[in-house]
């Protein structure tokens, strides 16, 4: 089974440029998150898709981050304007939709994310 | 606003010894503990997922232990070896979040030869 796809690995962006970046989850995974990860921190939630509704974007700064899930399967996270504090490494994970037997609560498998340095 | 926290932050140890970190989370409205190994440039791995009170979980030298009364796990690594260098994340998902993980800052462990 292959895992969790994302791309690119790496990204350097002067600040006020714009980027963007894909991720491919498991196939069949319904459920699809991205995360962002700064340094010495643990990784944030930042928006979560139920097929190709949006299930949770609290955390998500909506003035200058979006994200889409088309049809269900692949998403995309733009960041625009970059600004010097979104230096970070972006994590994109799945779930399948139920809470699976043997009590493993939706686990997630997750991608190898994207570090971007935004300069 | 949930707080899960690790300790310690970090740690270096010589191989073949054995070390344990620390996750404490809210033991209210508790749904699932989870333990993830994070490798640099490689993508987080499952290591257990806990949801009983007591429940202990063995992966080879890892293994971990969960008290949900008092809102604490143990990780354990028996006999650290080089490969096991990493950053170690505990996550907690309440009953009420859904699949919403909410992470620890992790423990970054590296195992000098």
Redesign the interface.
Known sequence: EA??AQSPRYKIIEKRQSVAFWCNPISGHA?LYWYQQIL??????LI?FQNNGV??DSQLPKDRFSAERLKGVDSTLKIQPAKLEDSAVY?CAS?SLT?TSG???????????TRLTVT | ILNVEQSPQSLHVQEGDSTNFTCSFPSSNFYALHWYRWETAKSPEALFVMTLNGDEKKKGRISATLNTKEGYSYLYIKGSQPEDSATYLCAFSGRASGSRLTFGEGTQLTVNP
Do not use: A, C, N
């Open positions: 895992g969790v459920t010495g921190q643990g990784p944030k939630l979560q299930v949770d994590l779930s809470r009590g493993r609560g939706y686990e997630q498998y997750f991608g190898p994310g």
